[in-house]
């Protein structure tokens, strides 16, 4: 069974740091890109980061690159996000999605709330 | 910027066909997949690849892509079927993935 566990979420200050990680289970994370998404409270899905499954390929949300960094373990089978400089807006639900055989998120994980205040 | 247009809120009685539409000219050669949102739980991913199920979603659940307009069309609605849904494609122009602004399914 597939499982994405996310952790490292909690409350933060405004210019504060905070690193995200995804513990991947019951699938070859090493063959698969994987996203972060975010939401915030009552607002949509936003995606933030993408990297590919050798974390050769990297991509960001413009409202987050220079500050985000996505990387990966594949030795740990883990994702992480390190998040920097965080802002209000930077307020949200993150989750942890893997890529499907396109560029659909087939697996969510249940998400790590990340609060800035 | 690629944006993705969604109705904010669709509204539809029990047993009756639900269509929420993703817009956007020229969309029909982009892949456009949907997931469910309900509150306190993860998205789900309902269709891909335009009309695509993936297992273990209900038949019930449809969709179709052409020029300018992704439809999701939810058959023989359930209450259970409330919740927010949200289109997504990829852009290849940018490098990066998009969503629609959701929209929320009454029943």
């Known amino acids: 069974e597939v499982q994405l566990v996310e952790s490292g979420g909690g409350l933060v200050q405004p210019g504060g740091s905070l690193r995200l990680s995804c513990a991947a289970s019951g699938f070859t994370f090493s063959d698969r890109e994987m996203n972060w998404v975010r939401q915030a409270p009552g607002k949509g899905l936003e995606w933030v980061s993408y990297i590919s499954s050798s974390g050769d390929t990297i991509y960001y949300a413009d409202s987050v690159k220079g500050r985000f960094t996505i990387s990966r373990d594949n030795a740990k089978n883990t994702l992480y996000l390190q998040i920097k400089s965080l802002r209000g807006e930077d307020s949200a639900v993150y989750y942890c999605?893997?890529?499907?055989?396109?560029?659909?998120?087939?697996?969510w994980g249940q998400g790590t709330l990340v609060t800035v205040s | 910027s690629y944006v993705l247009t969604q109705p904010p809120s669709v509204s539809v009685a029990p047993g009756q066909t639900a269509r929420i539409s993703c817009g956007q000219n020229?969309?029909?050669?982009?892949?456009v997949h949907w997931y469910q949102k309900k509150p306190g739980q993860a998205p789900v991913l309902v269709v891909y690849?335009?009309?695509d199920r993936p297992t273990g979603i209900p038949e019930r659940f449809s969709g179709s892509n052409s020029a300018n307009t992704a439809t999701l069309t939810i058959g023989r609605v359930e209450a259970g079927d409330e919740a927010d849904y949200f289109c997504?494609?990829?852009?290849?122009?940018?490098?990066?993935?998009?969503f629609g602004g959701g929209t929320k399914l009454t029943v």
């Open positions: 020229g969309i029909g050669p982009r892949r």
């Open positions: 690849d335009d009309r």
């Open positions: 999605t893997r890529d499907g055989t396109g560029d659909e998120f087939d697996y």
């Open positions: 997504q494609v990829w852009d290849s122009d940018s490098y990066h993935v998009v």
